[in-house]
Each structure stands twice: as C-alpha cells, then as structure tokens.
C-alpha cells in the first residue's frame, strides 16, 4: 500500500544553517504530496504542497520538488530560524482521499 | 485559529469507560478526517465522513465508531478504553471541489487513559 518514509530527527540546527529534511514515497501512479507542521501544543498546519511531478511547493522560506523518478519530497529551507522550531510530517494523498504521513522529524533550532 | 473546534482539549478517564470527542468543521466544510496520533504509531487514518455519510476507513478498531450529523459536527466514540489508547486525536476538515485536496486540522484532543 502507499506509505511514505521520512528521516529520523531529531534534527538540531543553529540558526541561519541550511535544512534538508528527506522524505520519499511508495505510491500507485502521481498523488498529491505534502508536508504539514506542528508546533508545540498545536495541530498540523499545511506547510506547502505540490499536485504533479515537477511542481515545486514553496511557502514561508520552504520548498520541495515532486520527484517522480526518485519518488522523493526533500524538504529545504536555506537559514532557519529559532521559531521554524517544531515537527514537520511528509504526506501524500492516498487513494481513499485521506493523508498519508511520515512519523514526523522534529527540528530544533538553536539560537 | 483554523477554524476547525475540538473538544475537550483534554480528557483523562480509566481502563473500561468510554468517552466522546467532538469535532466541528470550517464553515462550509462537507469532509470530516479523524486522526490518531501517539509516539509509537505516529499520524493514522481513522476514518472519513462525507456530509453525514461514512466515505473512508482506515485503520479504526471496532471499539471506535464516529457518525456526522446534519449540521456537520462529527463525534468519535471511543469505548471499553485501553491503556493504549492513550494518544491525540485530531480532526481535520476539507471543502469540495479544488480544495477538497488540502486538510485543515484542529488543535486535538488529547486523551489520557489510566
């Protein structure tokens, strides 16, 4: 069935370093891919999202790229800050409609 | 705010009870998700409910059970609670057409069995 794997975190960054955080799929045909944020004590918040291959999402500093023939959704931000603190999921849209996630990386950031 | 309303924010019950988590969805939303979130399993489906009518289940125990009222707030009952059942439980809300592609969550509802 359709999964997705994200790298283990914790992840712990200074601030202004640059950030990668991986995430591949394994999915019949092109779904949707995502990536959602959850900052401490609250629920997930889309990140940004790409619809077909090649689409690069990008929102607040962030950008992933649907790569079709690598079936991946890296995950990248050039300086982070202390606020980007928090866990970040990897998800696709599965054939029943629902989201799909990853097991989350969390990012710290440190000042 | 998102716009999506869950409660009770948290709830602490024992083994063997049962409990009921409320969710309301955005305004004009017709799709309620509901979502199972703890350390060990991370984010999983649940089930999917489509203007009062069931459209998706995942990986939902059968002493779990939802429903959708006419007014679109969505309830989940959860009973004969285990230990394990400890965990956030979030809802999430979709309109339709172009939109339908994007979840929106609410804060959760954090259940604590003992």
């Known amino acids: 069935g359709d999964s997705v794997t994200q790298m283990e975190g914790p992840v712990t960054l200074s601030e202004e370093a640059f950030l990668t955080i991986n995430c591949t799929y394994t999915?019949?045909?092109?779904?949707?891919l995502f990536w959602y944020v959850q900052y401490p004590g609250e629920g997930l918040q889309l990140l940004l999202k790409a619809t077909k291959a090649d689409d690069k999402g990008s929102n607040k500093g962030f950008e992933a790229t649907y790569r079709k023939e690598t079936t991946s959704f890296h995950l990248e931000k050039g300086s982070v800050q202390v606020s980007d603190s928090a866990v970040y999921f990897c998800a696709l849209r599965g054939s029943q409609g629902n989201l799909i996630f990853g097991k989350g990386t969390k990012l710290s950031v440190k000042p | 705010d998102s716009g999506v309303t869950q409660t009770p924010k948290h709830l602490i019950t024992a083994t063997g009870q049962r409990v009921t988590l409320r969710c309301s969805p955005r305004?004009?939303?017709?799709?309620v998700y509901w979502y199972q979130q703890s350390l060990d399993q991370g984010l999983q489906f649940l089930i999917q409910y489509y203007n009062g009518e069931e459209r998706a289940k995942g990986n939902i125990l059968e002493r779990f059970s939802a429903q959708q009222f006419p007014d679109l707030h969505s309830e989940l009952n959860l009973s004969s609670l285990e230990l394990g059942d400890s965990a956030l439980y979030f809802c999430?809300?979709?309109?339709?057409?172009?939109?339908?592609?994007?979840?929106?969550f609410g804060a959760g509802s954090r259940l604590t069995v003992l």
């Open positions: 999915a019949t045909g092109y779904p949707s």
């Open positions: 999430a809300s979709t309109p339709t057409g172009s939109g339908a592609n994007v979840l929106t």
């Open positions: 305004s004009g939303d017709l799709s």
